[in-house]
């Protein structure tokens, strides 16, 4: 068989093993297909892929870093390697990345999001706005969406929007304390405690061990005498 299609016969049985989720195969074949082609981009990137979903962060950092180098105008590729470098806590690398791979594709509404959030990572709420309310408008019913609008409003210090996306978010989602916790967070950070107390309440009712519920809800009734 020519060396062209046992590499491509590694990377069909390579990409079956990693749907599967059978990723010590998966890793093994992709390794043997770039033994016989050093310039196997997509062995690189999943290979990435690997490495991430087993915590080998570095790794799949380097993986996807080199699979770049050879397919550079790959919007899917630099979004998943933002996301690694978001995982690592390296906020200027994932921004970089998301934003490239917005560049490439300005029209998928995933990465434009993933953009948005790592914005938001990096307190640029001002950026990261337009991507979160878009993200919230496509799907209303996702209390997440509206939550992360909410924390880029916070960051501008918009009191009124900041509040109303929390409380959106709460609505959506009444019985997750993150949620409840977030609404009343954003109250109080805004000195509005007589209200901050119902979502507080809510939190530490859902959940009497969330600390920072049981935190903000005292300092609210302590600053209510």
Same mark, same amino acid.
């Given at each position: 068989m020519a060396a062209n299609n046992v590499v491509q016969?590694?990377?069909?049985?390579?990409?079956?093993?990693?749907?599967?989720?059978?990723?010590?195969?998966?890793?093994?074949?992709?390794?043997?297909?770039?033994?016989?082609?050093?310039?196997?981009?997509?062995?690189?990137?999943?290979?990435?892929?690997?490495?991430?979903?087993?915590?080998?962060?570095?790794?799949?950092?380097?993986?996807?870093?080199?699979?770049?180098?050879?397919?550079?105008? !790959?919007?899917?590729?630099?979004? !998943?390697?933002?996301?690694?470098?978001?995982?690592?806590?390296?906020?200027?690398?994932g921004v970089a990345c998301f934003r490239r791979a917005h560049e490439l594709s300005p029209q998928d509404r995933r990465i434009s999001e993933f953009l948005g959030r790592a914005l938001l990572a990096a307190r640029n709420g001002k950026e990261a706005l337009p991507y979160l309310r878009q993200a919230a408008a496509e799907r209303p019913g996702d209390p997440e969406a509206r939550a992360n609008a909410g924390l880029a409003q916070v960051d501008m210090n918009d009191a009124e929007g900041a509040i109303a996306s929390m409380r959106k978010a709460h609505e959506l989602a009444p019985k997750t304390v993150k949620y409840a916790a977030m609404l009343g967070n954003t109250l109080m950070r805004y000195s509005r405690q007589t209200e901050a107390l119902g979502p507080l309440g809510t939190a530490l009712r859902l959940d009497p061990r969330f600390g920072i519920a049981r935190l903000d809800y005292g300092m609210a009734l302590l600053t209510l005498g």
């Open positions: 016969l590694l990377m069909t049985q390579g990409a079956e093993h990693f749907r599967q989720g059978r990723l010590a195969q998966a890793e093994k074949l992709f390794r043997d297909a770039l033994t016989m082609d050093e310039k196997q981009a997509s062995a690189m990137q999943l290979l990435g892929l690997i490495c991430q979903r087993t915590g080998r962060l570095e790794q799949a950092a380097e993986w996807m870093s080199k699979s770049l180098q050879l397919d550079a105008k !790959n919007a899917e590729w630099f979004s !998943n390697l933002g996301g690694v470098w978001m995982m690592m806590k390296q906020v200027e690398k």
